[in-house]
């Protein structure tokens, strides 16, 4: 079985670009979520879909990250205008969402989009 | 605020030993905690989930304890191997209502032959 799917793998862009990132989650998973994690830096949480809606945007860090989710499936997390404090990786999770919390649904990761803006 | 906190240094030990790694939170009350293993250029990878009502837990040479009152989680790595070097992560999701799972900045483990 296939795991979660990111690409690209790497992306390297200009300052004041947009990019799109895609995400194919695990077949089933009805949870997905967006990272980013900077150079030595842990985990930063974007964003969370549950099917198709994104009932937590929290973490996207400004109005230029946005991201949609499709057929409960694939995400693209596309960012616009991009600024060199952009360059990261960008992780993306999928899980099975099931009643009771992270019992049964351990977050399944990508490898990531790694991102630099020049 | 809330916050999750492991040791930023990495931690070097010598094969066959038992190597334990720190995770500390403020301000959460988290239902579960969890750790992952991240190699480099990697996502992260899933090793153990532990329940506030648990003590402990284990699996093959991985152990897992989680004490709410010290809001702290150790996690054992025994008979460690060369193999077993990365960077470990714990994370917490505060309750069962959706998971919005946050991760500490993770401690980078090097097991010397």
């Known amino acids: 079985g296939a795991g979660v799917s990111q690409s690209p793998s790497n992306k390297v862009t200009e300052k004041g670009k947009d990019v799109e990132l895609r995400c194919d989650p695990i077949s089933g998973h009805t949870a997905l979520y967006w990272y980013r994690q900077s150079l030595g830096q842990g985990l930063e949480f974007l964003i969370y879909?549950?099917?198709?809606?994104?009932?937590?945007k929290s973490g996207l860090p400004s109005d230029r990250f946005s991201a949609e989710r499709t057929g409960g499936s694939v995400s693209t997390l596309t960012i616009q205008r991009t600024q060199q404090e952009d360059s990261a990786v960008y992780l993306c999770?999928?899980?099975?969402f099931g009643l009771g919390g992270m019992d049964n649904s351990p977050l399944h990761f990508g490898n990531g989009t790694r991102l630099t803006v020049t | 605020s809330q916050k999750i906190e492991q040791n930023s240094e990495a931690l070097n030990i010598q094969e066959g030993k038992t190597a334990t790694l720190t995770c500390n939170y403020t301000n959460y009350s988290p239902a579960y905690l969890q750790w992952y293993r991240q190699d480099p250029g990697r996502g992260p990878v899933f090793l153990l989930l532990?329940?506030?009502?648990?003590k402990e837990k284990r699996k093959e040479r991985l152990k897992v304890t989680f004490d709410t009152t010290l809001k702290q989680s150790l996690f054992h790595i025994t008979a460690s191997q060369p193999a077993d070097s990365a960077t470990y992560l714990c994370a917490l999701d505060p309750s069962g209502g959706y998971q919005k799972v946050t991760f500490g900045t993770g401690t980078k483990l090097q097991v010397i032959p």
């Open positions: 879909f549950q099917g198709n809606s994104a009932p937590d």
């Open positions: 999770a999928s899980s099975l």
């Open positions: 532990i329940r506030e009502n648990e």
